[in-house]
Each structure stands twice: as C-alpha cells, then as structure tokens.
C-alpha cells in the first residue's frame, strides 16, 4: 500500500515576493504623495517625534511610571525663560510636590500614547472584523448589529464611559482601559460593512466563490483587505480623540489611587490642585503637549485621507 | 404626506433605540448587585447588608429584588414611564427625585449649548464662506489653522486657559468664579431659587434661563452678573464647535464653487453676491445640517468637561458627581436624559434634511 502523497508547496516557498515587492511600491508612492503636501509632512514629524520619545521611555528611562516627587521642595518653580523663572525651574518648570514637569511629561507622553494607540488598534480589529462579517452575511446579524451601533451613537461618549465606571464600581486605570477596549468598535464596524456592501458585489469576490473558496476565506483575503482605507484615516484621526478622552477622563478624576501616574491629564490636575492661576505653567505645559500630539494626528489624517482618496489624488 | 410617513417610520425606528439606552441604564445601575439596593437602607445595627436580611424584607418586596432581572427590568420600565426615575443622593445634601433633579440641571446645560451653538453657526457660516472664496490666500489658511486648533484642543485645558487668561488680564471684570451673593440672595431674588431640604439651588423662573428671567424681572445687576459668567463657558465651547462648523461650511462651499451649475450662473453674468449666496451656499449648506446630530453628540461630551471645570451646575456637572459620589439614580438618570435628547436631535436633524432637499427618497 503505497501512501498518497500531496504535492503541496511548503510555507516558506508560498511566500510572495513578487507580491510583496509590489506592495512595498505602492506604500512608497503614498508616501511620496503624503510628503507632496506641507502639512501632512509635519503632522507626520511630529507624530514621529512623539513615536520616538515613546521608545526612548519605554528602554531609557528609569521609574517610567511614576512621577517623582520632591516632598524637600514642593512650591511650583517656573522655567526660566517664563517672565520671572529661574534656573531651579529647569526647560519645563515644575509643578505641585516638587515634580519635574520635563521628566513627567516626557513619562506621561509613554503612557498616554501606549494605551490609546492600544485601544484604538484593538477598537479596529474588533470592529473590522465584526463590521466585515455583518457585511457580507447580511441578515438578523446585520440587524441587531446595526441596532447595538444606533445605541452606543445616541449615548455621548464619555458619558457612557462614566457610566460604564460606575457600574464597574472602580476608577482606577485599568478599568477605564477595559471599558475604552469595550465600546471603541462601532464606528469600525460603521465603516466597514459600508464598505464590504459595496464591495462584496465586485467581480474578483464571485470569482473567488466560483473556485470554490470558503467564505472565511473570501471575507480575511478579498473582501476585508479592500475595505481598510477609510480604516486607517479614521484610525490616525481617533488616535487623537482617544489620548483627549483619557486625559479628560484622568482630569474629572478617573484615576483613583494613583496619583502619582504620569499622563497628561493627571498632570494638569496636579498643576490645577497649585492654584492654576498663580503658577499658569503647571496646567499651559501638559496640555500644550497634548494639544501639538491632536495638531499633528489630524493633520497627518487629513493628508492620508487625501492620498488614500483615488478623486483627490489628480 | 409622505414626509409625515417619514417621520413616523423615524418614530417607530427609535423604539428600539430607546430600549436598548434603557437596557444599558438598566443594567448599568443594577450592576453592582442587589445588595447595594439595600445597602442604601440598612445601618450595620440591623445586622448584614444582604437581601437575606429578615429586617430587610419590607424593602426586598418593594423593589422586588428577589425577581430575576427581566421582570425587575419589566418594573424598571413601568416605573419610567410613569416618571418615577428614581432617587439620586449626588445632586444635592439629602437628595431629590431624579425628575425633578432634571428639570433644576437641565435648562443650565441647554442655556449653554444653544447659546455656544448659536454663537458658533453665526461666526462659522460667514467666516467658513469667506474662506472658501478665497481659497487659498491669507485669510484661508489663518481660518483653517483656527479651525484645526479649534477641534484639536482638549475642552478642559481651553476652559483653564480661557480662566488664566480672564484673571491675568482682566481681573476686574470678575468673570470667574461664583455669582456674586450679594446681588443674588433667595429672599431678595424668590424667583431664582428653588429650596431643596434646606439647600437653595439655582431655579429661575419662568424660563429656567438665569440671564433671560433676570431681564424678564428687570434685575439690573443679576443680568449683569449671569452674562458675565456666561462668557467663558459660552467661548470654550464655541471654539470647538466653532472648529467643526468652519471645516464643513469650507469643504461643502469648495465642492459646489466647481459643479457645472455654477460655472453656468457666473457666465450668465449674474452678480457675485447672487451666486455666492443663492447657487453656492445653499447648496453647501445642506448636507451641514445632518452633522449637527454629530455636532451635538460632541458638545454633549464637551459640555460634561466644561461644567465640571467652570462649576456650572448642570446635568454633566451632576453625572461625573454621581460617579465619584457612587450615586446610581444619578448616573442612570443623567445617561438616559442625554441619550434621549441626542436622538431627539438627531430625529429632527434627519427629517429638517428630508424636509431641505427634494431629492432625498421618503
């Protein structure tokens, strides 16, 4: 008995490299239509400057996450170029309980950026993956689908995230960042299935059916990868909108029992409990941080959506 | 006739909605369990704070915490509709209805929108019309620029900004801060306050609106004082929004300036004023009014983070104190009264859109 052997090409002969030259081309020439425009160049400097001072936190710096006080000299001190600073206040100045606002922002820069860029991500994987199956199954999926979104929608967001803090009966960190993980799909999923009616109706998708590729197939290879352009720019656009909810979150008080934790929002809370008003610089500084990262992210999402849009691209 | 089809098909879509916000509500204020039901009732000398509790048991059959959770929802509702939104201990020392909690917030945080959404349609639509016209040119990139700050800059840190700049530079205007006491005081002003237990709150009559009933009653120095506090709060929120507004007027305005009926209007000769309003801006305008739904639902957002940083007593300034006051009436009452008042806008936002333009099929 002699055992059928198939012929089958091992994984590592599958691997396209024809395929996968072409793609690199084409990421190149987005890149070279995004450099075109000045403004989405230097949103995109800028958001690699902050990338970069992620990386650097993460490997460089010690006690990344933790603000270090000094209890020795607590009074806010000015940075020196502000109109009588001097040079105790350092570049950034310093804020309550003798906090370095240079050393705590560039921590605080790490953990905001980690958590949403986490929570973004996962938002959009979820939600692609549900939006793209919706889409293509259609039916009582769809409906319900459709009908959880219009529900999240007629909350306001924050809102919705307090209350769902309240119900976890914490206020910490983590469970603001589970709740964030838990309602940041619909506007994916949105933004997918709308994409997927469309496109599931094309002809390279009935061919794939016609030779006889199961319909997870079809969904992960065909279908989805078509859809993810709107993906990305809403995915660079809410990069922003995150890191605002989180320090707004952390600024009404969603961060029991950690006050040490660096983050934007915490930080402009512990320049606000100084009297903000005697010492501006404690509360100017972190939010001026958080709004150049908002500044940059639109304006690299705006220049992506422009590239990724084929009318635009004339 | 077929727009009122219309609108009863949006009503009967919003049916659902509705329920699954109460779902949420529901279980958002029934997730820490029964017992805190009860916990609310019982003092540790009546022994353990569980249903089990023989003392307890009045209670456990009024609020029929035995039932399981699809009956105590089905009660939920019934006592919803009959406008028994429950208690909230948060909103004031001793506690309130829910409802009537509501109708003492809610017209502070209306005041606030309608008059930051007012201000910002009547800055945005000249400005972003002026900036589409000249595309390009200075007065362009410095609207744009605004526009980008305007919607990139975290509400909390514009309120606190907005302070710092009020105090250094003007301090005697005393536009922050409190009313001023002396010219607002519940037995010379009766009809300003309403008294809870035994706490006064800001309840003006007949408008609800502190600024229009002190013109109404022709107290000088309570207008004065209620309009001065209004600006910063007013101007945080109208910067943002005023963000939103001037993109969308811009990019609608760019996109009909090259439609082909245009290039027809200015061949007829007709003057610039002609086409700019009648056959560009009308145009352009249109599909704004389907993002004042989203519009709200970002200052609704906004507006939680401005009344808790300006103090300003309204129903956000009451949910993120229900949160760290672990108050369940409140946030379940706070959750429902903007989720139903989004979709309200949202209802009229969609049929005023059906209403403007002809060529949307009912």
Not at chain 1, 48 to 60: G, P
Not at chain 2, 47 to 58: H, Q, R, S
Not at chain 2, 204 to 214: G, I, K, N, R
Request: hydrophobic share 50%; charged share 15%; net charge positive.
């Amino acid at each position: 008995m002699g055992a059928v052997t198939v012929n089958r090409p091992s994984h590592a002969a599958r691997f396209d490299m024809e395929g996968w030259r072409r793609r690199m081309r084409e990421y190149r020439l987005l890149l070279r239509l995004l450099m075109k425009s000045p403004p989405a160049a230097i949103g995109l400097v800028i958001v690699l400057a902050y990338l970069a001072i992620v990386i650097y936190d993460q490997f460089f710096v010690a006690q990344n996450d933790r603000m270090i006080p000094n209890f020795n000299d607590t009074i806010p001190r000015a940075p020196f170029w502000w109109p009588g600073g001097t040079a105790a206040g350092g570049w950034f100045g310093k804020t309550n309980n003798g906090i370095d606002l240079g050393d705590a922002m560039l921590k605080a820069i790490r953990i905001d950026l980690m958590y949403s860029s986490f929570v973004v991500l996962f938002g959009a994987l979820v939600g692609c993956l549900i939006g793209v199956f919706a889409g293509y199954r259609g039916g009582l999926f769809d409906e319900v689908l459709m009908r959880a979104t219009d529900v999240t929608f007629s909350i306001p967001f924050l809102v919705f995230v307090i209350a769902a803090a309240f119900a976890f009966g914490k206020r910490d960190f983590l469970t603001i960042n589970t709740i964030l993980l838990a309602l940041w799909w619909p506007t994916y999923a949105r933004l997918v299935r709308a994409q997927t009616l469309s496109v599931k109706e094309l002809k390279f998708v009935e061919a794939a059916r016609a030779a006889g590729a199961s319909d997870g197939r079809i969904m992960l290879k065909h279908v989805l990868p078509n859809t993810l352009a709107p993906v990305f720019v809403q995915i660079s656009l809410d990069l922003g909108v995150v890191t605002q909810i989180f320090a707004a979150l952390n600024f009404i008080g969603f961060n029991a029992g950690n006050l040490f934790i660096p983050e934007l929002g915490n930080l402009i809370v512990v320049g606000d409990t100084a009297s903000f008003t005697t010492y501006p610089w404690t509360v100017i500084m972190p939010g001026l941080v958080l709004l150049i990262f908002t500044v940059a992210v639109n304006l690299f999402g705006d220049g992506l959506r422009d590239v990724l849009d084929p009318r635009a691209r004339r | 006739m077929r727009l009122i089809l219309y609108v009863v098909r949006r009503l009967l879509i919003l049916v659902p909605t509705l329920l699954g916000v109460t779902i949420i509500t529901f279980v958002l204020s029934h997730a820490p369990g029964p017992n805190l039901a009860v916990a609310v009732y019982c003092t540790p000398r009546l022994g353990a704070c569980t249903i089990d509790n023989p003392l307890l048991k009045p209670i456990v059959d009024q609020f029929h915490l035995r039932d399981p959770l699809p009956v105590q929802y089905a009660y939920y509702l019934i006592g919803l509709l009959n406008g028994d939104w429950g208690y909230t201990t948060s909103a004031v020392r001793g506690g309130m209805p829910v409802t009537q909690a509501i109708t003492i917030f809610f017209p502070q945080t209306i005041e606030l929108a309608i008059t930051s959404t007012a201000l910002a349609t009547l800055i945005g639509i000249p400005t972003g019309t002026i900036s589409a016209l000249r595309k390009d040119k200075l007065s362009d990139h410095a609207t744009r620029i605004f526009a980008l700050v305007g919607y990139s800059i975290p509400f909390f840190w514009l309120g606190l900004l907005l302070q710092i700049l009020a105090i250094s530079l003007f301090p005697e205007w005393e536009i922050t801060g409190g009313y001023s006491f002396s010219s607002m005081d519940p037995s010379t002003q009766p009809w300003a306050f309403v008294i809870v237990g035994e706490t006064p709150l800001l309840f003006s009559q007949p408008t609800h609106f502190l600024v229009l009933d002190a013109a109404i009653h022709g107290s000088g120095s309570v207008f004065i004082d209620a309009l001065k506090h209004l600006v910063l709060p007013t101007v945080t929120l109208t910067i943002g929004v005023l963000g939103v507004i001037l993109r969308m007027v811009r990019s609608g305005m760019v996109d009909s300036m090259n439609q082909d009926y245009v290039k027809t209007a200015w061949s007829k000769g007709l003057p610039d004023w002609v086409v700019t309003r009648v056959h560009i801006r009308r145009n352009a305008l249109l599909p704004a009014v389907t993002v004042v739904g989203l519009l709200f639902a970002g200052l609704l957002g906004g507006v939680v983070l401005v009344e808790d940083v300006f103090a300003w007593k309204g129903i956000g300034y009451w949910a993120t104190q229900a949160v760290l006051q672990f108050d369940p009436g409140g946030v379940m009452g706070t959750t429902l009264i903007f989720a139903v008042f989004l979709v309200l806008i949202n209802l009229i936002a969609d049929v005023m859109y059906a209403y403007l333009d002809p060529r949307i099929s009912l």
